[in-house]
């Protein structure tokens, strides 16, 4: 390949995965999978791929996680579609135009929108949120305030259990 090539590849990768627009939750989920599988194999087949898609999700969590269910590469997926993503990314299709050919099969798939990331975890800026929203920030860390019946102590929780989940916020 020459360098043009791959600066251009790079420069647009970069650009798509910057700005969230239609199937955000399918196209930055297909890029991670498409940029594993190109960093630890020279070729793809589409048995890989699936191969690879079927570990990636057993691991994922929230709206990828539905997202598997939808391709059918979950446990628990009633239909399977994984040979419409498998093939084209074992021929390097753009995984956006995947998504989009995906999205003419379920219409669900680009409907799927990544939680909106929480920037203030002041306690002015918590105690704006509702009590749903903020049993929702622990459900998405995997924490539960059990006997919280106050929206106080709701808050006092998320801060005390916010420095453990830092990292998750800059994912």
């Known amino acids: 390949m020459s360098p043009l ?20 939750v399918c196209v930055g ?8 599988l190109t960093s630890t194999h020279r070729e793809l087949s ?8 079927f570990r990636a999700c057993s691991v994922a969590q929230g709206k990828e996680a539905r997202l598997c269910y939808y391709l059918g590469a979950s446990s628990d997926a009633a239909t399977r579609v994984t040979a419409a993503v498998c093939r084209p990314l074992a021929s390097h299709v753009p995984v956006e135009k995947i998504c989009q050919r995906l999205s003419s099969r379920d219409t669900q798939i680009c409907q799927l929108r ?5 920037r203030d975890l002041s306690s002015d800026g918590l105690k704006r949120l509702r009590v749903a929203e903020l049993r929702n920030i622990l459900a998405l860390w995997g ?3 059990r006997g919280c019946l106050e929206k106080h102590e709701l808050v006092s929780l998320i801060q005390e259990k916010a420095p453990l989940h830092a990292h998750q916020e800059e994912l």
């Open 46 to 53: 589409p048995g890989l791929v699936e191969q690879e898609l």
């Open 29 to 36: 989920f297909l890029l991670r999978l498409y940029d594993t």
């Open 143 to 145: 924490e539960e305030c």
């Open 114 to 118: 990544h939680e909106p990331r929480l």
């Open 5 to 24: 090539f791959l600066a251009l590849l790079l420069s647009f990768v970069s650009v798509s995965r910057s700005a969230p627009g239609p199937c955000e």
